[in-house]
């Protein structure tokens, strides 16, 4: 009859191990804006004006937003209104999108490479802000990108700053 109750009490503390852990989890993810969540490097991702897009079935994120939680700053990031094409630098490296060109350019000191992808940059017309298949630019810049269906968030994790916090 001990063994019997020891074994039930351990695991209601297990199950409410796992129940508090569950429960602290969802109440660190703020407020949903826009179609689903973004996670960067273990941190939630709040938008200011601008918030994340479904189209097309793909996720769209606005650039200046998620640019500046990889640590980009933002004056180095630059808007070509003639050209249509954003771009972004950080520590001798260059991505540039144009609005409606399926194609990532990056830049690695001396060296560009093209890369081609399935969907293109747009500008919003209800915020203006131009808009960016981030999991492929984030890919194409080396980060890890997953997406969790169960929560509904973007996860984008830059390893190299993570072992460097770590």
Known sequence: MKKLL????CAAVLVTALSVSAFAAEREAPE?????????????VTFA???PQLKDGRSFLPFVAVFDQLGFEEENMTWDAATAT????KE???ISLTEGSSTITVGR????TTYEVDVAPYIDAATSRPYIPFGLAAEVLGYNV????QTG???????EAILAEN
């Open 6 to 9: 020891r074994a039930m009490l």
């Open 109 to 112: 000191r001396e060296e560009v």
């Open 92 to 94: 001798g490296v260059t």
């Open 146 to 149: 997953g997406w969790d269906a």
């Open 49 to 51: 004006d601008a918030v």
């Open 86 to 89: 954003v771009t972004a630098e």
């Open 153 to 159: 968030t973007v996860i984008i994790d830059d390893v």
């Open 32 to 44: 949903l804006q826009g179609d689903f969540y973004v996670l960067v490097n273990g941190q939630y």
